[in-house]
């Protein structure tokens, strides 16, 4: 069979298989890492790694974001349908890791629990419910993008539409790296900026259900 001649339902069980695969996989590497530098439990304020570690640790989130992409780029045919299947994954990816986290360290504690997200460019910081509230958007409007744009490659996404997107992502990633600073001095941040984020949250959520409605009755 031709890759290019495979159907949704060949397609989404793999990509959830590996998603799940994957974020079990980040999960027990995890165990080990806080193991061997923060054997005494992982809480604000971070101890922050030596510059070495920190860049492996760097690479590690690069490859990891490489492998997702990798997956995605084999399922789909036209460059939005690997993004709506990379956003699945990534969301799933996410998802399991912190339910394989919670089931073998009973961490986090709650879904208010503050943790290190991500390190590219600056570090990510947050409350768990903020990175599992950007899964479940990238879960569900990866799966009907891909689910669209398979059945019509032709996805267009007006002017409006960008800056509208690219300002509710701004606001999401300006909200994780507020941060930044307090972290790395080794601090305990105090707030989240839960306005800014859940604002770019909820642009980003009516942007994507804007184009995928626009884009569904042109094809119609």
């Not at 760097?58 to 993004?83: C, D, H, P, Q």
């Not at 890791?97 to 390190?119: N, V």
């Amino acid at each position: 069979m031709n890759l290019d001649d495979r159907t949704p339902k060949q397609i989404l069980p793999a990509l959830i298989v590996f998603g799940v695969a994957f974020g079990l996989l980040e999960a027990v590497v995890v165990v080990y890492l806080r193991q061997v530098y923060y054997p005494a439990g992982f809480a604000f304020p971070i101890v922050m790694l030596p510059d070495t570690w920190a860049i492996v640790e760097v690479i590690r989130e690069a490859a990891t974001i490489a492998m997702l992409w990798a997956a995605a780029a084999l399922a789909g045919r036209s460059r939005w349908e690997r993004f709506g299947w990379f956003s699945l994954l990534f969301g799933v990816w996410d998802i399991i890791f912190y339910l394989a986290l919670f089931t073998i360290l009973r961490w986090p504690e709650s879904i208010m629990t503050w943790d290190i997200l991500f390190l590219i460019p600056l570090i990510w910081t947050g409350p768990v419910l903020a990175p599992l509230l950007v899964s479940l958007l990238l879960i569900a409007g990866g799966s009907l993008l891909a689910l669209r744009t398979r059945a019509a490659s032709r996805f267009i996404v007006k002017r409006g539409q960008w800056l509208c997107g690219s300002g509710g992502l701004l606001l999401m990633l300006y909200a994780f790296m507020a941060n930044h600073g307090v972290t790395a001095a080794g601090e305990v941040p105090v707030t989240f900026p839960w306005f800014a984020f859940l604002a770019g949250w909820l642009l980003a959520a009516c942007v994507g259900w804007h184009a995928l409605r626009v884009n569904r009755i042109n094809s119609e």
